[in-house]
């Protein structure tokens, strides 16, 4: 199972320039955008809540994106030489979820040291509170990542990842305070994995108060994907046999 | 000339237009942006920060320029391709002149991005109000504005070699050219260091060149200036590129 996540891990992150690409939308998202509109707009710290809304989606550009590293396995049928070795099914699953969980945890920290300087130092509860969010928000998106990859045709994986992005990013807090939302919106985006993980990280920052219900939120999308990711690796070893 | 240059127009219109799936998400993500991000923050931007238009008003037709501007700087993307795979040796091979390709891609690279950019227009023409004739101006500027970036994606596709390398500067100079400029968002909320900036970006001129010719108003006035820059960038970075592309088909040392 470590075996395969840091396999995955290194693969990852010898890619300079996917890991540059992704630090330079940050950065100019964060110097140019986030400084802007947050002179732009009345919202009450809106610099730092996007800040945070960015940080967020640099796992979700991560730890999600992790999806097209399998759906290439699965259609290249590589995934066969994975599902052949001493490792059982869970382990395997496990191992892949860790690795993409673990390449959003190790982006983040570098966009963490960014947003410090940015906003200021958290107390320790709510650099715990930061530092949980991201780890339970990387496993979310990168098992919801490998369900995808595994459940679906290599012809509807990209479509279907795309549009659930879209679903994902404008229907949550990331850009906007749900009180700005229309109402309808605010359902949507109170269920939204991504809202729970920013309202949780911006409340490590002391930007806003902590919610058990963001907590909830996260945790139990975090067991359904969970659940679905393993699911589609057994369904793989299935369709091999 | 002009039918060598068709021929290479048509084929880079036709090539785009194969990935479909590609293009139509990259639109949906940028009506999405303008009907969900712009219209929310809309309620929430400082009365007057945006002139006399609303901030749905202004990022909708910035968005236009945005398109524009990813629809037609990735024809270098294109021409960097056709190199690593040989195609431009056939290309070459071809009874057409070399100024003719030139012509012929950067024209393609121009209609691509005015034929992305016209569902944004319906958009456009839905919150703003505008005419046929200032929609058809608009249409020239920006016409002649992705001449300029069809050069300037030319020109860094061909300066590097390394295909990482390609796509990094490549990503570098989208970014940092959008973002520094008034596509999305007005000057006076920037940071003076960044209006600094912005008055040095070509997307900044040709942003609110569009917004001027686009809105229809008894009491407009023509955006000369915006429009002279556009035409400037226009000439000097579609001469330079084409000066790279025609060295490195002529076995220069970009080759």
Same mark, same amino acid.
């Given at each position: 199972m470590l075996l395969i996540a840091k396999r995955d891990f290194y693969v990852h992150f010898s890619s300079f320039s996917n890991n540059l690409w992704l630090f330079m939308f940050f950065i100019t998202g964060a110097v140019f955008w986030a400084v802007t509109l947050g002179r732009l707009v009345?919202?009450?710290n809106y610099f730092e809540f996007l800040i945070v809304g960015l940080m967020v989606l640099g796992v979700y550009n991560t730890a999600f994106n992790y999806m097209n590293i399998v759906s290439t396995e699965v259609r290249r049928g590589y995934v066969k030489y994975l599902l052949a070795l001493p490792v059982s099914r869970g382990g395997l699953t496990i191992g892949r979820v860790l690795a993409g969980a673990s390449e959003g945890i190790v982006y983040v920290a570098i966009l963490f040291g960014f947003a410090v300087a940015m906003i200021g130092f958290p107390t320790l509860v709510g650099a715990l509170t930061i530092i949980g969010t991201i780890i339970i928000l990387s496993f979310c998106l990168s098992s919801l990542g490998l369900a995808i990859a595994t459940h679906f045709s290599p012809g509807v994986i990209d479509p279907m990842s795309d549009a659930l992005g879209i679903l994902l990013i404008f229907f949550s807090?990331? @850009? @906007?305070?749900?009180?700005?939302?229309?109402q309808p919106m605010r359902l949507l985006a109170s269920g939204n994995l991504l809202s729970a993980g920013a309202n949780l990280m911006r409340a490590g920052f002391g930007l806003q108060e902590a919610s058990v219900v963001d907590l909830v939120v996260l945790l139990l999308w975090g067991l359904v994907f969970g659940f679905l990711s393993i699911r589609g690796y057994y369904r793989q070893l299935k369709e091999l046999a | 000339m002009i039918r060598g240059a068709r021929v290479v127009l048509a084929r880079d219109v036709r090539t785009f237009f194969t990935n479909f799936y590609g293009i139509g998400f990259r639109s949906m993500v940028v009506v999405l942006d303008t009907v969900i991000f712009a219209f929310i923050l809309s309620a929430a931007?400082?009365? #007057?920060? &945006? #002139?006399? &238009?609303?901030y749905l008003q202004f990022f909708a037709l910035g968005s236009i320029v945005v398109s524009i501007f990813w629809a037609s700087y990735n024809i270098g993307r294109d021409v960097y391709w056709d190199r690593e795979s040989g195609f431009l040796n056939y290309l070459m091979s071809l009874p057409i002149s070399r100024t003719e390709i030139i012509v012929g891609r950067s024209l393609g690279g121009s209609f691509r991005a005015i034929l992305t950019a016209l569902p944004l227009y319906v958009l456009a023409a839905v919150l703003v109000p505008t005419t046929a004739l200032n929609i058809l101006a608009s249409l020239g500027v920006l016409f002649i504005f992705a001449l300029g970036l069809c050069g300037l994606g030319i020109i860094a596709a061909l300066s590097v070699r390394d295909e990482t390398r390609a796509r990094l500067l490549n990503t570098f100079i989208s970014l940092a050219l959008i973002r520094s400029?008034?596509?999305?968002?007005?000057? &006076?909320?920037?940071?003076v260091w960044l209006q600094v900036g912005t008055a040095l970006n070509p997307v900044t001129y040709a942003s609110n060149g569009i917004r001027s010719v686009t809105v229809f108003s008894p009491q407009a006035v023509f955006p000369g200036f915006d429009i002279s820059i556009v035409l400037i960038f226009a000439a000097v970075s579609g001469v330079l590129g084409s000066w790279i592309f025609s060295r490195m088909i002529e076995g220069g040392p970009a080759d």
């Amino acid at each position: 199972m470590l075996l395969i996540a840091k396999r995955d891990f290194y693969v990852h992150f010898s890619s300079f320039s996917n890991n540059l690409w992704l630090f330079m939308f940050f950065i100019t998202g964060a110097v140019f955008w986030a400084v802007t509109l947050g002179r732009l707009v009345l919202v009450p710290n809106y610099f730092e809540f996007l800040i945070v809304g960015l940080m967020v989606l640099g796992v979700y550009n991560t730890a999600f994106n992790y999806m097209n590293i399998v759906s290439t396995e699965v259609r290249r049928g590589y995934v066969k030489y994975l599902l052949a070795l001493p490792v059982s099914r869970g382990g395997l699953t496990i191992g892949r979820v860790l690795a993409g969980a673990s390449e959003g945890i190790v982006y983040v920290a570098i966009l963490f040291g960014f947003a410090v300087a940015m906003i200021g130092f958290p107390t320790l509860v709510g650099a715990l509170t930061i530092i949980g969010t991201i780890i339970i928000l990387s496993f979310c998106l990168s098992s919801l990542g490998l369900a995808i990859a595994t459940h679906f045709s290599p012809g509807v994986i990209d479509p279907m990842s795309d549009a659930l992005g879209i679903l994902l990013i404008f229907f949550s807090t990331l @850009y @906007y305070p749900i009180s700005l939302m229309p109402q309808p919106m605010r359902l949507l985006a109170s269920g939204n994995l991504l809202s729970a993980g920013a309202n949780l990280m911006r409340a490590g920052f002391g930007l806003q108060e902590a919610s058990v219900v963001d907590l909830v939120v996260l945790l139990l999308w975090g067991l359904v994907f969970g659940f679905l990711s393993i699911r589609g690796y057994y369904r793989q070893l299935k369709e091999l046999a | 000339m002009i039918r060598g240059a068709r021929v290479v127009l048509a084929r880079d219109v036709r090539t785009f237009f194969t990935n479909f799936y590609g293009i139509g998400f990259r639109s949906m993500v940028v009506v999405l942006d303008t009907v969900i991000f712009a219209f929310i923050l809309s309620a929430a931007v400082r009365p #007057g920060a &945006v #002139g006399n &238009v609303t901030y749905l008003q202004f990022f909708a037709l910035g968005s236009i320029v945005v398109s524009i501007f990813w629809a037609s700087y990735n024809i270098g993307r294109d021409v960097y391709w056709d190199r690593e795979s040989g195609f431009l040796n056939y290309l070459m091979s071809l009874p057409i002149s070399r100024t003719e390709i030139i012509v012929g891609r950067s024209l393609g690279g121009s209609f691509r991005a005015i034929l992305t950019a016209l569902p944004l227009y319906v958009l456009a023409a839905v919150l703003v109000p505008t005419t046929a004739l200032n929609i058809l101006a608009s249409l020239g500027v920006l016409f002649i504005f992705a001449l300029g970036l069809c050069g300037l994606g030319i020109i860094a596709a061909l300066s590097v070699r390394d295909e990482t390398r390609a796509r990094l500067l490549n990503t570098f100079i989208s970014l940092a050219l959008i973002r520094s400029s008034t596509a999305l968002y007005p000057l &006076v909320a920037m940071p003076v260091w960044l209006q600094v900036g912005t008055a040095l970006n070509p997307v900044t001129y040709a942003s609110n060149g569009i917004r001027s010719v686009t809105v229809f108003s008894p009491q407009a006035v023509f955006p000369g200036f915006d429009i002279s820059i556009v035409l400037i960038f226009a000439a000097v970075s579609g001469v330079l590129g084409s000066w790279i592309f025609s060295r490195m088909i002529e076995g220069g040392p970009a080759d």
